[in-house]
T-cell receptor
Framework: KAGVTQTPRYLIKTRGQQVTLSCSPI?????VSWYQQTPGQGLQFLFE???????NKGNFPGRFSGRQFSNSRSEMNVSTLELGDSALYLC???????????FGSGTRLTVV | AQKITQTQPGMFVQEKEAVTLDCTYD???????LFWYKQPSSGEMIFLIY??????QNATEGRYSLNFQKARKSANLVISASQLGDSAMYFC??????????????FGKGTKLSVIP
């Protein structure tokens, strides 16, 4: 079966711009969570979505937002990009909340 | 305080030998889960093995086994018969319940494993 698909794989943006990242979960998985990975902070939890509702959010500013659609696909948006937002953004899908996390290959965002 | 601690930033192992990667955790959730993931340079997080807090036996998946010592809050990953393809970052992660059916996965800082031919 198809895995978790994240698009795009690579992205270069300028400070102040906004960006939207996409995550298509494994078919049948209803939970999607997002993580930011940087060399300094490691892997940090961003948000979790289940049945189109944000169930939990990590300690990130309001510039980071997301949503989940009825087909479980999820998007995350970062507005007013800062240099420190440069990171690998990973999405994980689960059949149920808290169970069996399968990760995508990530989107590598570079802010210049 | 860190919830997941991986004390070995980097490790070397000879090909075909076994290696243990350390992980200690801290939680007040009685129903937690522990995961190990492998991250090659490509970036993808590859699931290796899972141990639930109520599981009586240590988890095993092929060449991977988890040495679970609940009282010590330790969940070390053992890789037997190391292969060159095992060279990667390895992350220990813990799933905790946050109430109302919500969960969060917390990761350690990782251990970079290098397999020497």
């Amino acid at each position: 079966k198809a895995g978790v698909t994240q698009t795009p794989r690579y992205l270069i943006k300028t400070r102040g711009q906004q960006v939207t990242l996409s995550c298509s979960p494994i078919s049948g998985h209803r939970s999607v969570s997002w993580y930011q990975q940087t060399p300094g902070q490691g892997l940090q939890f961003l948000f979790e979505y289940f049945s189109e509702t944000q169930r939990n959010k990590g300690n990130f500013p309001g510039r980071f937002s997301g949503r989940q659609f009825s087909n479980s696909r999820s998007e995350m948006n970062v507005s007013t990009l800062e240099l420190g937002d440069s990171a690998l953004y990973l999405c994980a899908s689960s059949p149920r909340q808290g169970d069996g996390y399968t990760f995508g290959s990530g989107t590598r965002l570079t802010v210049v | 305080a860190q919830k997941i601690t991986q004390t070995q930033p980097g490790m070397f192992v000879q090909e075909k030998e076994a290696v243990t990667l350390d992980c200690t955790y801290d939680t007040s959730d009685p129903s937690y889960g522990l995961f190990w993931y492998k991250q090659p340079s490509s970036g993808e997080m590859i699931f290796l093995i899972y141990q639930g807090s109520y599981d009586q036996q240590n988890a095993t998946e092929g060449r991977y086994s988890l040495n679970f010592q609940k009282a010590r809050k330790s969940a070390n990953l053992v890789i037997s018969a190391s292969q060159l393809g095992d060279s990667a970052m390895y992350f220990c992660a813990m799933r905790e319940g946050l109430g109302a059916g919500s969960y969060q996965l917390t990761f350690g800082k990782g251990t970079k494993l290098s397999v020497i031919p």
